[in-house]
């Protein structure tokens, strides 16, 4: 199951984030709740669970809408919610403390221990960028980010999300024609920490970043592209944002 950041319930998880970037929770939280309700499939719904549940004045009830985001992503289980339940069984684990009851707080927290490990995605992974290269090319660290220019990046990043990888594209630095390259990362690799409980529960884009470099072995040439509308929407989110850069 990809994530898509034109999907409806995407956005409006979107939308709410920057509420709560604003200091606005009471918006956020109405946004979370109506993004549940219009979820319709088992990954939006875990989406909107994971976010109204961190909107909950009360543990109990915060532990119930964790753990009804905890049965979805169960039910999916595959490269877009696995690197979700170590914070799932975490916070989990974490009510169940507040609420004393030990057993059952260990229990979650010998879970999220389990699944604490490397990326076991396989791919295909894709780059997004305006450069027009060559299979047999390497993509290595070292460029200026695309977000803040000034800073000069010690990872590659890369996703096994083709639309995700269209999105980088569209938003990179540079002139030329958008380009999604399909690559394979010569070394080991690691979830991006700017997006994985950061911004979103676990690594649902499936956005990683190496230290090594990324070889180029083909283009890919079906994504979903975006309007122009969508393009300055983006833009202007990443300039509003007050997160720093995990470099």
Known sequence: MEFNPNNNIVKLCLLGMA????DK???ASKLFLQAWTEGTNDFEKFLA???VARHQKHVSDKLKWLETALQFALKINDDSVQSAF???YSNIAQCYE???DPDNAKK???LAKTFR???SDKGPFYHGTKADLQVGDLLTAGGNSNYKPELKMNHIYFTASVNGAGLAAALAQGNGHERVYIVEPTGSFENDPNVTDKKFP???TRSYRSESPLKIVGEATDWVRQTTEDIQKWREKLANSKGEIIN
């Open 19 to 22: 509420m709560e970037d604003q």
């Open 25 to 27: 929770p009471e918006e």
């Open 49 to 51: 669970a994971y976010y």
């Open 86 to 88: 170590p914070s799932l």
């Open 98 to 100: 507040d609420l004393n």
């Open 108 to 110: 979650n927290y010998d």
């Open 117 to 119: 490990e490397k990326p």
């Open 202 to 204: 676990g690594n649902p």
